[in-house]
């Protein structure tokens, strides 16, 4: 069929130049976005490519390699990954962990000395979609033990053996709002929950006497087995000795709630209360790096699937139960301000992991020894915080009804956003319609204030506005009208005490609750098209444009990063 010769030929035209690519060209294409060569999609795709070697690729061979595996290279190739726009977000990332990492505050968990010696400098942040696009900055491949992040798992691993009702009898859902490691119970004597102490030496209790005829190590290796397929084998899952040896040494307060839970409930089938006791402590010995972390979670992110295999790991209604539970009890006693300001499952531990999911979406890791006074990476939950300032990541982000506060959703590609946004506002303003009126009226005057920055403005000045009113608000402007336009707010400037620019900021910042995101968004856009047009963005410029994105209440990082983009560009040339 022609169509779908045509499709293939824009396929290949993406990465081709006069008429051949390279297998270093297709890498660059898949690694642009996020993916490996080793993704589990493209095997056959790599053994062909290696077989071309360096050879040049004509659309003949590239059709031959990519054939069985059309469907993830059209998706690659035409950027429809669950993040489109991959280097863009990653470079947002990358300013977050850049803005985090001088922070010093808190300090390492002391109780044992491998935690207290552990280098408090550590600082690496991992992220994996659920398209498998990965991201690692930092010390991303430092082992660590995972401490309390292992209890979400091996909670998920008790509802796999032994089922909800069974687990549940003997372990309630509710967050305790107190210390991770407090003896107290609920009213029926159960745990509050699996992510607590008591909750998660219950659960090891419950495994436990789930299989009888295995010692705890052995368990324990079931259980890793488990993080090994939650990772998609990315790394090795270890076990550190010397970890479960100083916990077992110093774990008093955890012996105390063991016999506790016996005395009160019991624990499951009699089980032995020291067999549980190393279970729980040897999961919290399990040491893994921010990099695998992450993995895991985009696994829960992704219902259970690993992104990296394809593997079904975990059940779909096995990981919502996880999910919930790492929400409203993932964070220690701090978890209910957590979900107020961050509104994500997470779960961190006392080594300083934080490992958090963002449902259907990603998953992430982060690693930062200092703890704050609950148990949590400083490090670690400034990030997220950040993360969740500039993303739609929060839960209850949906709700924003067309105002998100300039939030960005990086699942959506910013050129297939502004592309669908443009046609309607055009569509609207050829009708004379009130809203889109009252957009070009404010893009247009601030773009004259841009210009109007250095006190005058210039003839070619005056032909970039009409041409970016015309290229994005799809409005043409006679060059006398704007002249006279532009001459008139010149001549207020000189008259009035108040300068012009400060009336249209105020005007905007009293407008902009009127306004949705994407119409803010192209005021500023157009500005800083002006603003850019002579090819670098003078000091006067910036300010305007800091001012005029603080009125419209758009983040100034949003900013930054159009600015970054430009600079880019212009670098590129
Ligand atoms: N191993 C610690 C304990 O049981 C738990 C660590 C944590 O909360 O991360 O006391």
Redesign the pocket.
Known sequence: MPEDTDRLRALFDAVATDGFTSAEAIHNCISECGLSIDDHRLRTMRTRLQAQQQRPIDQEAFTDIVRDELLTVSRIVRRQLVVPDWPEFCQAIRRIYDEVAPDRSGAN?N?IPILRDADPEKWGVALCSVDGQRFCLGDVDVYH?I???S?PLTYAYALSKEGEEFTHAHVGMEPSGRP??DLSLLPDLRPFNPCV?AG?IMIAGIVASGSPDRSAREVTQDIMDLWTALCGGVGEVRFSEETMLS?RAT?H??FAIAYLLQGRKGLPRNVDLHKTLDI??SC?SIEMTASMLSVAAATLANGGVCPVTGVQVLPTELVKRTLAVMQFAGM?DNAGAFTFSVGLPAK????GAVMAVVPNLMGFATFSPRLDAY?NSVRGVAFCRQLVDRFTFHVYDSLSGGRTGCKQDPRESQRNRKHRDLSDLRWALSYGDRYASKVRDLALTSMIDICLGDGDIEDSELAVIASTLEDIVGSPIEVSELESLARNRQAQALASAIPPFEGLVARLAQEQVHLDDNARELILESAFRVACADGEVEPQEHERLLKIAEALAIHAGVLQLEIDRFQRKLAKR
């Open positions: 968990a109780y033990s401490q309390s992040v209890k991770f490691n102490n998660a916990e774990a307060n955890n729980y402590l919290c220690y961190s531990g006392v080594a148990g």
